[in-house]
């Protein structure tokens, strides 16, 4: 079946940087864009930015532009969306999400999340 | 990227009907129909349940509707059952390949 599988929970110290997984199957990898989003405890739903399927263009969140890099390993059908420079604030549930098609549309499939934290 | 405008709380008794609203602008609810909702119940993954403003994802139940009219985006969930007490987010494509969340909404069924 159709599901995305992210990383574990990670704890990271103020200043270190994150790097988060999110491996897809059941489905053609390529064919559908990959954003993320994420939630800190309590808060809304955040979304960061995103991969498009075919090229794998990217665009990001103002609020994260130069702090977090989404990439991909097509040959893995695996996505990465790494954050530097964290800091407790960044404490949150981070989630992928698979888009219903590779230009953008919504988000049909997500994973389990990943729980990072930071703190010293 | 502000984000959308979402009342905080609804509430409603089972078998009742309640309309959730989405307020935007014109460059993000107002300037296309890429207006999705999520339905999150706690510690849970949010779940699509209407995308493209007013269409259901296989498997959704129609008791879940979608509208936009305007800058204003409406969830309404009819015949309410205890299972669809949980938090509901809307989202809204801003153009430039950017989306945009709303604050969320806490549906209680009395």
């Known amino acids: 079946q159709v599901q995305l599988v992210q990383s574990g929970a990670e704890v990271k110290k103020p200043g270190a940087s994150v790097k988060v997984s999110c491996k897809a199957s059941?489905?053609?990898?390529?064919?559908?864009?990959l954003h993320w989003v994420r939630q800190a405890p309590g808060q809304r739903l955040e979304w960061m930015g995103w991969?498009?399927?075919?090229?794998?263009?990217?665009k990001y969140s103002q609020k994260f532009q130069g702090r977090v890099t989404i990439n991909r390993d097509t040959s893995a059908s695996t996505a990465y969306m790494e954050m530097s420079s964290l800091r407790s604030e960044d404490t949150a549930v981070y989630y992928c999400?698979?888009?219903?098609?590779?230009?953008?549309?919504?988000?049909?499939?997500w994973g389990q999340g990943t729980m990072v934290t930071v703190s010293s | 990227q502000s984000a959308l405008t979402q009342p905080a709380s609804v509430s409603g008794s089972p078998g009742q009907s309640i309309t959730i609203s989405c307020t935007g602008t014109?460059?993000?609810?107002?300037?296309?129909?890429?207006v999705s909702w999520y339905q999150q119940h706690p510690d849970k993954a949010p779940k699509l349940m209407i995308y493209?403003?007013?269409k259901r994802p296989s498997g959704v139940s129609n008791r879940f509707s979608g509208s936009r009219s305007g800058n204003t985006a409406s969830l309404t969930i009819s015949g309410l059952q205890a299972g669809d007490e949980a938090d509901y987010y809307c989202?809204?494509?801003?153009?430039?390949?950017?989306?945009?969340f709303g604050g969320g909404t806490k549906l209680t069924v009395l």
């Open positions: 999400a698979r888009d219903l098609v590779a230009t953008g549309d919504a988000f049909d499939i």
């Open positions: 059941g489905y053609t990898f390529t064919s559908h864009g």
């Open positions: 991969i498009s399927g075919g090229n794998g263009n990217t």
């Open positions: 014109s460059s993000d609810v107002g300037s296309n129909n890429l």
């Open positions: 493209e403003a007013n």
């Open positions: 989202c809204a494509y801003a153009g430039g390949y950017i989306w945009v």
